[in-house]
């Protein structure tokens, strides 16, 4: 393995390395090596909070939460999963582009010095979207920098058979989306992840956000995160959403595997990884 930057080699060894994330700074494209034959993906759950919890600001806002060190690791993160996965809230709400940019980070960002920038390997974005609600004009059906996603959908969802939305459906295809039915997509994680796998190839999936997302990941039956990765900003907020999973820890297999935190930059990393 190359390593590429002191800071590059921090966060490979201190956070991808303990939740089983391995990251080969030659290729900038290493996968997850281990259950690659599984039924499911290995998933990594990963979001940015402040002190009082916020995921955005008022209003929902997304609102710049990482420090600029915490911000190359989600890029890295980005980089080693094969799938990026986020829920329609989140593409309307943000209108993200879902791409690895480390390169254009270290631009912005000219005291961050990375000798080997990471390939441009962007993941595969998958939206979960039981009710074909993403906007046409989002970046990843029309930006040329993006990857065209994968929509996961619930074809028995209300409205979903609706003459417009067989229309919808029609335009993102011929735009490049690639529609994923799965029954029940919006409360079978499972399902979900059997589909991305089977259907996709998936070997390893991010989880991105947004809350209700996230919340789902947190808390399915059986647990299907196999690792939570959250970066603690040293600020307030004051307002905005916040993630209160309903999680009874005492049941849950979540209450056991390793927990673990380090510093990047001004941030806090908090690791969780599934335990045997
Ligand atoms: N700080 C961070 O790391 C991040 C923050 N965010 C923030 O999160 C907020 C968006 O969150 P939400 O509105 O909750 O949208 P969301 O992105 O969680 O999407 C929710 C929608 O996804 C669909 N869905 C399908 N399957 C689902 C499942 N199993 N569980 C839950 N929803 C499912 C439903 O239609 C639901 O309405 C924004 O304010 C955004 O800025 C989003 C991503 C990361
Ligand atoms: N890790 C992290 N830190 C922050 O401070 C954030 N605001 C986010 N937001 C997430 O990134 C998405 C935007 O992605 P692009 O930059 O457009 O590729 C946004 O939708 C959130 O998921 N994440």
Known sequence: MTESSPLQTTIRKT???PCGIPFDCSSGAC???EDRNGSLPLVT?????TLDGRVSGPNGNMIAISGPEAFIMTHMLRATHDGILVGVGTVKNDNPRLTVRIADLVVDRGELVLSDLVAANH????????RLALPETCHLVTNQTCRRPWIVFDPKAANVSAAAVAEKAKRLVTAGCKLIPVANARHDLHGVLRALRTQGGMRSIMVEGGRAVLESFLTAQPPVANAVIITVAPRFVGGGVHLSPSIDWTRTAQSGGRVAWSSLGDDAIMVWRRGQ
Do not use: G, S
């Open 123 to 130: 993941p595969q974005p998958i939206v979960l979207d039981p």
């Open 31 to 33: 996968k997850h090596d």
């Open 45 to 49: 759950v990963t979001w940015a909070q």
């Open 15 to 17: 956070i991808l390395e």
